[in-house]
């Protein structure tokens, strides 16, 4: 059966109607995947409610985490994941790395671990040629069989607009038997982004596929400048409805030209701590991408000696500017802490009203 991309399916038809089937204006080539019922159905339904002490108290320090390392959580369990980006800036390149880290194929993206899964599901909507041309350097030199076997890849519109139909992305993944979806990209998905009924409804059916057990990433894309022509830094800066990031657990945002080697990283919303900021490098002909030249912090409170290194000089390096925002100094205060916190550093009160506290090298193999 054909179903329309605008066609309303029933509830109770959401896993039959017109999945195997492609959008009337698609050239999508059907791909069995069997009558799969929702992995997680069974077991989800009647643990609904949760008693409130075993909600609130039974909560770990960090959480489970897909992409990260201790509290440095780019992607946290049953939290989705956005890449908001320009065109050509290296959001595909980025995930196609994260896929291949969730297959096993890589331990690590940007230096930070990945938990591997069973089976990726990846949704390439958004020019699924040049989403084909970018992976094939990345996985042009793994096993075809254990690409058939663990990475499923739907290639152009979705079967339905995943804003009027909410199921259908879990619905989607059940089918492809994924615990791993990749949207590339959210503009592909849902029609009408910028109104908040459409991305409110979109969240809901990122919830659901979370709730499922599904592990979400999304590409997505900003506006093209900030205020002024400034580069744009913050959630306001990413298209659409606030109700797209509201329900991401963390954003991150990558910015430059088109075809840019150099890339600047920008983490904006954190489960836990922010990563970063830092410049990536994208080496075009082999896919893969490295952090350029992090800011070390411990190396600048070590060569700062006995003046060792205050929260402003720290934000200035770490945000390459001598305005500093009261945010970004605060950023900047949280990890200095941290570094404390971990023997790394030791902090010494100011000596006098108005002088800077100051962090030093807390052992000399801490470099």
Same mark, same amino acid.
């Given at each position: 059966?054909?179903?329309?991309?605008?066609?309303?399916?029933?509830?109770?038809?959401?896993?039959?109607?017109?999945?195997?089937?492609?959008?009337?204006?698609?050239?999508?080539?059907?791909?069995?995947?069997?009558?799969?019922?929702?992995?997680? /159905?069974?077991?989800?339904?009647?643990?609904?409610?949760?008693?409130?002490?075993?909600?609130?108290?039974?909560?770990?320090?960090?959480?489970?985490?897909?992409?990260?390392?201790?509290?440095?959580?780019?992607?946290?369990?049953?939290?989705?994941?956005?890449?908001?980006?320009?065109?050509?800036?290296?959001?595909?390149?980025?995930?196609?790395?994260?896929?291949?880290?969730?297959?096993?194929?890589?331990?690590?993206?940007?230096?930070?671990?990945?938990?591997?899964?069973?089976?990726?599901?990846?949704?390439?909507?958004?020019?699924?040629?040049?989403?084909?041309?970018?992976?094939?350097?990345?996985? /042009?030199?793994?096993?075809?069989?254990?690409?058939?076997?663990?990475?499923?890849?739907?290639?152009?519109?979705?079967?339905?607009?995943?804003?009027?139909?909410?199921?259908?992305?879990? /619905?989607?993944?059940?089918?492809?038997?994924?615990?791993?979806?990749?949207?590339?990209?959210?503009?592909?998905?849902?029609?009408?982004?910028?109104?908040?009924?459409?991305?409110?409804?979109?969240?809901? /059916?990122?919830?659901?596929?979370?709730?499922?057990?599904?592990?979400?990433?999304?590409?997505?894309?900003?506006?093209?400048?900030?205020?002024?022509?400034?580069?744009?830094?913050?959630?306001?800066?990413?298209?659409?409805?606030?109700?797209?990031?509201?329900?991401?657990?963390?954003?991150?945002?990558?910015?430059?030209?088109?075809?840019?080697?150099?890339?600047?990283?920008?983490?904006?919303?954190?489960?836990?701590?922010?990563?970063?900021?830092?410049?990536?490098?994208?080496?075009?002909?082999?896919?893969?991408?490295?952090?350029?030249?992090?800011?070390?912090?411990?190396?600048?409170?070590?060569?700062?000696?006995?003046?060792?290194?205050?929260?402003?000089?720290?934000?200035?390096?770490?945000?390459?500017?001598?305005?500093?925002?009261?945010?970004?100094?605060?950023?900047?205060?949280?990890?200095?802490?941290?570094?404390?916190?971990?023997?790394?550093?030791?902090?010494?009160?100011?000596?006098?009203?108005?002088?800077?506290?100051?962090?030093?090298?807390?052992?000399?193999?801490?470099?």
């Amino acid at each position: 059966m054909t179903t329309a991309y605008e066609d309303v399916v029933p509830p109770g038809d959401i896993l039959t109607a017109g999945l195997d089937a492609p959008a009337e204006d698609s050239d999508h080539v059907d791909i069995d995947w069997g009558d799969v019922e929702p992995q997680h /159905a069974a077991q989800h339904a009647p643990s609904a409610f949760t008693p409130g002490g075993a909600f609130f108290h039974k909560v770990p320090d960090i959480p489970p985490t897909v992409w990260g390392a201790g509290s440095d959580v780019l992607w946290a369990e049953g939290e989705a994941l956005l890449v908001a980006a320009p065109q050509g800036v290296g959001k595909t390149t980025l995930s196609h790395q994260l896929i291949r880290a969730r297959l096993g194929l890589q331990d690590s993206v940007l230096g930070f671990p990945v938990a591997p899964g069973r089976r990726v599901l990846l949704l390439a909507m958004d020019r699924p040629g040049q989403t084909r041309r970018a992976g094939h350097r990345i996985f /042009a030199g793994d096993d075809p069989a254990l690409l058939d076997d663990r990475l499923i890849v739907w290639e152009g519109p979705p079967p339905y607009d995943l804003a009027k139909q909410p199921d259908i992305l879990a /619905a989607l993944c059940a089918k492809a038997r994924a615990d791993t979806v990749v949207v590339d990209s959210v503009k592909d998905a849902a029609l009408g982004l910028a109104e908040d009924a459409v991305g409110a409804a979109y969240n809901r /059916a990122r919830q659901k596929a979370l709730a499922e057990g599904v592990q979400v990433l999304e590409n997505h894309h900003v506006i093209k400048r900030g205020p002024n022509g400034a580069k744009p830094n913050t959630l306001a800066d990413v298209y659409g409805s606030t109700w797209i990031t509201s329900g991401a657990g963390s954003v991150v945002m990558l910015w430059g030209e088109a075809g840019d080697p150099i890339v600047s990283f920008r983490h904006l919303k954190q489960p836990v701590n922010e990563v970063g900021p830092f410049d990536l490098i994208h080496d075009h002909e082999a896919g893969t991408t490295s952090v350029k030249d992090a800011v070390d912090l411990l190396g600048l409170a070590r060569m700062g000696g006995v003046h060792g290194l205050t929260v402003i000089g720290a934000a200035e390096a770490l945000y390459g500017t001598q305005k500093v925002e009261r945010a970004q100094k605060e950023k900047a205060r949280r990890k200095l802490d941290g570094m404390v916190k971990t023997g790394k550093l030791t902090r010494k009160a100011p000596l006098a009203s108005g002088d800077p506290a100051r962090y030093y090298l807390a052992r000399a193999d801490a470099v």
